[in-house]
T-cell receptor, first 115, second 109 residues
């Protein structure tokens, strides 16, 4: 497709379970970002990839969160031992690079609910 | 981190009126971007203004940037119901990208 896609669109899980969220960026975009957004708040930065490497993971809240981008395209955000506080919409964005003038293209998000 | 702070937090106007929202930031930037978000899902890029630009237009959108005051404004002219959304600014510099809480714009018919 032409845009950023994220799967699943909705995920309901139980406290303590493991979840994986997937992001397919726009073809050719080398930069990929993960954010999470709680109701009424702006997106909160989690991690940024340039190619296959995590250039900035300072936004990951703790070691239960991990993300990979093994081939420099698709990325997976992994959350271990989920907690109710992890419930949020997880947004992925991609851009041509992290140059000065690169706009970010966002996916529709994955709504994660931890019961 | 480099965070944009939008003001007001909420704005409600009649269809056809103009809507103005503001963004302030604290450190130097290379550019500033405005995004729109409908229904809490993905954000849509609206416009980017570079640090050496003072004003930019795109359709019914007009963005200004005052680097001396570290502020930007987004003007939407002749508002429509479809403009109802949250609007975020994203100042881009060397620091980590941080969105503010946004301005929630409601256009009343």
């Amino acid at each position: 497709g032409a845009g950023v896609s994220q799967t699943p669109s909705n995920k309901v899980t139980e406290k303590g379970k493991y979840v994986e969220l997937r992001c397919d960026p726009i073809s050719g975009h080398t930069a990929l970002y993960w954010y999470r957004q709680s109701l009424g708040q702006g997106p909160e930065f989690l991690i940024y990839f340039q190619g296959t490497g995590a250039a900035d993971d300072s936004g990951l809240p703790n070691d239960r969160f991990f993300a990979v981008r093994p081939e420099g395209s698709v990325s997976t955000l992994k959350i271990q031992r989920t907690e109710r506080g992890d419930s949020a919409v997880y947004l992925c964005a991609s851009s041509l690079g992290r140059g000065l003038y690169n706009e970010q293209f966002f996916g529709p998000g994955t709504r994660l609910t931890v019961l | 981190s480099q965070q944009g702070e939008e003001d007001p937090q909420a704005l409600s106007i009649q269809e056809g009126e103009n809507a103005t929202m503001n963004c302030s930031y604290k450190t130097s930037i290379n550019n500033l971007q405005w995004y729109r978000q409908n229904s809490g899902r993905g954000l849509v890029h609206l416009i980017l203004i570079r640090s050496n630009e003072r004003e930019k237009h795109s359709g019914r959108l007009r963005v200004t940037l005052d680097t001396s005051k570290k502020s930007s404004s987004l003007l939407i002219t002749a508002s429509r119901a479809a403009d109802t959304a949250s609007y975020f600014c994203l100042p881009q510099g060397a620091q980590k990208l941080v969105f503010g809480q946004g301005t929630r714009l409601t256009i009343n018919p």
